[in-house]
């Protein structure tokens, strides 16, 4: 049996090369929310690239947890190899990085990792030829290919052509949560496409795209209340004390609490 993972979002990139440079590059990360994990216990450290999607696994062990309160989390200390190190860096930096994106069809259910390597800046790379197909679409053409492409595919198409593609992005059944929840938090994202997210009840129901809606200003009152319901108790608990999360978002969740 496979040893279980925590995972580890950010905010945006920024955040996650400030978290390198005074955790992640010594071997240990916090990750907050409630667990049932015990100490000392063996677990992969997953993080999860603000910007990519890309998730990058990391073998750990459980050196503190806290089950209640504010600060309720786990602290965890990985295993610095040198390859690992490597690893680490090329994905703080988005370089030549080793993307693992996580699939999780049901929230809570077994994970699959899948692998790709992508070495966009290396002369005759596969990968390189890609990007440079997909930069020379028509506009026709990146609504097909994001609707029916591949998850390298997709990935560098939203590099390239962003907003443009989202809509077409959302249309894909392929699209896998991490991707569903990066498209979720963006600020810029047009009212009826956070609409849309909200309204599908399979991607409703992952924790990561829950928490990218209550963050987006963007969404409406009515899509606030349903992501609220959609919540655990015991996350729809931590909301009011999330001071990432709109006012409006935490007063609606005090008041569903009260209710």
Known sequence: MSPPRVF??????AALRADHAANLARGRAF????TELRLREACELVLVHPDTGAALCLGAELVHVQREGDGAGVGVAWTSTPEDVERLRAFVEDAVAELEVVEDDEPGGELEVVEEVEEGARAGDPSAHMHERIRRLTQPEQQ???RGGSLTERTMLERVFGPSVWEALLQNSRLTPPEVARIAKKGTLPKPLVEQIAANAAWLGVPEVQRALLSNPRSSSSVVARVLRALSKGDLSRVPQQTAYPMAVRLAAKKLLKG
Do not use: K
Request: aromatic share 8%; charged share 15%; no cysteine.
């Open 31 to 34: 990750v907050p929310g409630a």
């Open 144 to 146: 097909r290919l994001a």
């Open 8 to 13: 580890l979002h950010y905010a945006d990139a």
